[in-house]
């Protein structure tokens, strides 16, 4: 055999070799397209999650604020109805008058611990979407590095590993996508 020969059918195996490894290189493009959108989607989710939190926050505070002001209305209503007052005819009004508040006021406690609940799974809900999302991102990971081991070792068994991987990250953010 020739030198040229022999370095032909060199130059022909690397070729062939770099063509075996397209594959594999494209499911690593993938991959890295797929990590990047998980990313995005898990930032989201916890993101959602943060400002639900604060609105649960917000209600469960003006609800506070409401039962205090409840309380403090029954207190100077149940002092105004003992104490001796030089005009009976308002004390007997401004009771009357806060009753209504207090009549009105224990429907609203009603409607925002209601509301406030319901914030409160959303925010477990976006949540647990968030943990979906970060555990498919770092399967995706695992399966993008894992692939990669392929290009150094040109052994096809860590892309079948990183495609195995990468597969239970995929149904991770579809899980993640379809809980409600």
Known sequence: MEANEASELKEQAEKGGES???????????LAVLVAVTTVLGHRAETRAVLKRGDATDVWNEYQAK?????????TTEALSVLTLADKEKAAKDIKEWSGHQEKWADDFKEEQKEA?????????????????????TLL???????????????????YLGIG????????????LLIK
């Open 67 to 75: 039962k205090n002001r409840a309380y403090d209305t029954y207190l």
């Open 141 to 159: 990971e695992i399966g993008l590095v894992v692939s990669s081991v392929t290009l150094l070792t040109r052994s096809r068994i860590y892309w």
């Open 117 to 137: 609940k319901s914030l409160e799974e959303e925010v477990k809900l976006a949540e647990n979407k968030a943990k979906f999302f970060d555990l498919a991102e």
């Open 165 to 176: 991987a990468s597969a239970v990250g995929v149904a991770s953010v579809v899980w993640g």
């Open 20 to 30: 075996a490894l397209r594959p594999v290189a494209f499911t690593m493009s993938v």
